[in-house]
């Protein structure tokens, strides 16, 4: 059996691509060192030769794939030919990545806890229903995203749904994510399965990216000391609620523990649940 022309191109073409992504990603300098010959060791070309096609075609892994490994390429690239059929996908020529190294940041308890507790959900506040207050404070939601925002999010979703079934398991998306910890990838699993069905959707997974990433957003925008945390002087001051009194009464309802500040798990919680009841309202 041998792998057809196209498809060995193809995955030629698939790493020169990774490969000129990593070196543009190291900036000007990489140019410079290029010139000087390769450093004895990086953390870039160490990632180039993990790559599986590399690994494959460097048989004896001196790190250089010399005219006789060329020649027999054929033969090396269909070791990863898993199911036998001949060609290679992507699936089966992309690399197999371990457990991001974590962020201390984001390991970091926040300073300011709240009760994770499912958030009641109200019909209005002083009389403005949900909906018309989550426009007021910028949100445009599922309506408003732009089509290259869905066509990212349906590629990040490909790239965990590791079976190509068409929906995220706890097991592909809690388990044996990347991002993230372990438990904020279980909230966020739990807070896209909408219909509670032990799987998330694509339908699910692009409904809850548009409405954490807009709110994110917004937060971000009304957060003015950059601290990542949002008081209600800060809040007020954003004036994208004109009547105080209202925003007063908006900013009480978010900040579910009653301190006076946000956090955003804290404030994603409850503006999660508002904007999942005007979809359904929808619908």
Known sequence: MTIKFYSIAITFI???GLFFSCAYAQGPNFENSRRQGPPISSSGSNFLW?????????SDGDKIISDKE???ASKSLIKLDKNGDGNLTINEIRPSFGPRPSNPKEDQAPTTKFNPTKPKLVKDISGHPIKEILKLLGAKGIEGAKESELQNYRRLFGFT???QDGKHSKAEYVD?????????????????DSNKDGFVSEKEYIENRII?????AIFLSMDSDKNNKLTSGEFMQSKRLKDKNLAKEVFKALDSNSNEELIIPEYLRVWGAWARQTITKKA
């Open 14 to 16: 698939s790493t020169m």
């Open 50 to 58: 993990s790559l599986p096609v590399l690994k494959a075609l460097d």
């Open 70 to 72: 060329l020649k027999a």
């Open 161 to 163: 749904d590791r079976n």
């Open 176 to 192: 044996n994510g990347r991002y993230l910890t372990p438990e904020s990838r279980a909230g966020i699993f739990n807070a896209s």
């Open 212 to 216: 954490t990433d807009e709110a994110k």
